[in-house]
């Protein structure tokens, strides 16, 4: 899409130049973390088929040992100090900061997204944590001086987060909760969807029946005690309608950016729909994250056109046109009370 080819003038496309910033360094791997990164190289289709999917295979059996040398190091600067910081190789997340497609950095638009609008002494929640790369992220920047709250109820992935924060000194920074955040307050079950995956964990069923299930409390965010967040990033693999169902009064209240990643689900449509319907009853308008293209007329692309002086793009989204775009979208939600900040920080394209 073309910068001057909006079919809604009123909403013109937003641009804003980023610097990509990665204050993580791989120090060692685990023959488990080696292993993955070399199964998920760049190949060609006959090397998937003989070299990549045997690797794959090759992968769940030092993945599910008991025993064996499972540890992982990397180092992060945090706001100019550098921490050395031990992990488990089994959390294959931990691939966000050694594997070959995650490079200059993981996941650039959205890393790039949440540095711009979390300010300095904002309140970020980060839920869907994991083992916390956007929570460490944004707590290390140089003048952030606000709070974090991150969410991770696998218990496994939380024990990974809470270790992360406070080898990385961030404890007074980032408070870690073990709650899966959904419209009631019960008690659940969640595994990874694959059994390996702990970014793939999700509250119902697994596709694999030996992939640990695991307990869970499953609170409403409106139920907790955790304050007002200014910004929110949400990766809760299809359950985002259900936590935002659960948190209308906070996001009456502190009418927050939303980040949220969004499937295309043609089996199930709703599935796809719902963040939107209830979001739209804040007031929100949405926006896909991409770039701008090099070169004129700016053209907005998907991905990275290069990891030197990039140009994160907001493109307007209608939810009735969702269909029309890929089957994953990063989004970005914006209440009426956020449109002024959102354009002191970009400008239209």
Not at 95 to 104: E, I, M, T
Not at 253 to 261: D, G, N, T, Y
Not at 322 to 344: C, K, S, T, Y
Request: charged share 20%; hydrophobic share 40%.
């Amino acid at each position: 899409m073309r910068g001057d080819d909006n079919p809604n003038s009123a909403n013109p496309i937003l641009a804003c130049p980023v610097k990509l910033r990665n204050p993580f360094s791989v120090e060692q791997l685990s023959f488990l973390s080696r292993l993955h990164s070399f199964a998920h190289l760049p190949m060609r289709r006959v090397e998937k088929r003989f070299i990549g999917k045997p690797a794959k295979r090759m992968m769940r059996l030092p993945h599910g040992c008991s025993w064996g040398d499972f540890r992982s190091s990397f180092k992060v600067d945090i706001q100019g100090v550098a921490r050395t910081i031990v992990v488990n190789a089994r959390n294959l997340q931990f691939g966000a900061l050694y594997q070959s497609q995650n490079r200059p950095v993981y996941e650039p638009e959205t890393s790039a997204l949440l540095d711009l609008l979390v300010g300095d002494g904002d309140v970020f929640f980060d839920i869907g944590a994991n083992w916390g790369y956007y929570s460490v992220l944004i707590a290390s920047r140089p003048g952030y001086c606000g709070h974090i709250k991150a969410f991770e109820p696998f218990p496994p992935t939380h024990q990974d987060l809470v270790g992360v924060v406070d080898q990385a000194g961030l404890a007074d920074t980032v408070a870690c909760y073990s709650e899966a955040l959904s419209d009631h307050d019960d008690t659940g079950t969640m595994a990874p969807w694959d059994g390996m995956q702990s970014g793939l964990a999700r509250l119902g069923p697994a596709r694999d029946e030996n992939a640990g299930r695991q307990e869970v409390s499953v609170r409403r965010l409106d139920s907790l005690d955790v304050g007002f967040p200014d910004v929110i990033k949400i990766d809760v693999e299809d359950h985002e309608a259900e936590v935002f169902a659960g948190a209308e009064a906070t996001l009456q209240q502190a009418a927050p950016f939303i980040v949220f990643e969004n499937w295309l689900n043609k089996d199930r449509p709703e599935v796809t729909m719902e963040p939107y319907r209830v979001l739209s009853g804040h007031g929100c308008r949405f926006f896909v994250v991409g770039w701008a293209g090099d070169g004129e007329p700016r053209f907005c692309v998907p991905e990275l056109p290069a990891p030197e002086g990039p140009t994160l793009a907001l493109i307007p989204l209608e939810p009735d046109s969702r269909f029309f775009f890929a089957g994953q979208l990063n989004i970005l939600a914006v209440p009426p009370q956020r449109m002024d900040r959102l354009h002191e920080i970009f400008s239209p394209l």
